[in-house]
């Protein structure tokens, strides 16, 4: 299967900070990427779609001025957290669907983020 | 309110027992996707299953699509203390939606 990674595994910052994630995809080309966040002990949530080259269409409830995505090429998607706060504390998943059907998705190692 | 509801939320048996996990929906998917994800990491796909009535098995894991193709079941028989880990259900239409998963400890 394919391989995605994530950078970094885990980060701690101080609160009112801005972290990036990044999300690569190692085996293939991918026009859109999915952003989960996993809060401790809860299932996955879909965040947002990440497109190239376009807007990254948001599901409802979630900022898009706080956790601005951007999908420069066709292998990396980023997830920056901005002002970040303690309730941001969680563990963030990218996954990428194989090429023309997202009903399979291959998902990344996951990002901790722990906000101080 | 969650799309995917799962069934026990946690379960905690003994090396050997049979446990069968429930993974129901209103809604209707074209396809239903089972995970099993450890702690710290990502998730990593166990089986996709697309026509209703359908039963995969994979080793001691039994997978079944209900006829409806709003639910599905996970059986595995004779769990050993590797099975440990949070299984997670998924349906997908346009897009995929999690469950809220089963916690699943085996003591050996």
């Known amino acids: 299967g394919a391989v995605v990674s994530q950078h970094p595994s885990r980060v701690i910052c101080k609160s009112g900070t801005s972290v990036k994630i990044e999300c690569r995809s190692l085996?293939?080309?991918?026009?859109?990427m999915f952003w989960y966040r996993q809060f401790p002990k809860q299932s996955l949530m879909l965040m947002a779609t990440?497109?190239?080259?376009?807007?990254?269409?948001?599901e409802q409830g979630v900022e898009k001025d706080k956790f601005l995505i951007n999908h420069a090429s066709l292998t990396l998607s980023t997830l920056t957290v901005t002002s970040a706060h303690p309730e941001d504390s969680s563990f963030y998943i990218c996954?990428?669907?194989?090429?023309?059907?997202?009903?399979?998705?291959?998902f990344g190692p996951g990002t901790r983020l722990t906000v101080l | 309110t969650q799309l995917l509801e799962q069934s026990p939320q946690f379960l905690s048996i003994q090396e050997g027992e049979n446990l069968t996990v429930y993974c129901n929906s209103s809604s209707v998917f074209s396809s239903l996707q089972w995970y099993r994800q450890e702690p710290g990491e990502g998730p990593v796909l166990l089986v996709t299953v697309v026509t209703g009535g359908e039963v995969k098995k994979l080793k001691r894991l039994t997978f079944q699509f209900g006829d409806a193709r709003k639910d599905s079941s996970l059986h595995i028989t004779a769990a050993q203390p590797g099975d440990t880990g949070l299984y997670l259900c998924?349906?997908?239409?346009?897009?995929?939606?999690f469950g809220a998963g089963t916690r699943l400890t085996v003591k050996p």
């Open positions: 990440s497109n190239e080259g376009s807007k990254a269409t948001y």
């Open positions: 996954s990428v669907p194989e090429t023309y059907s997202t009903d399979t998705q291959y």
């Open positions: 085996d293939f080309q991918a026009t859109t």
């Open positions: 998924a349906g997908v239409n346009n897009d995929m939606r």
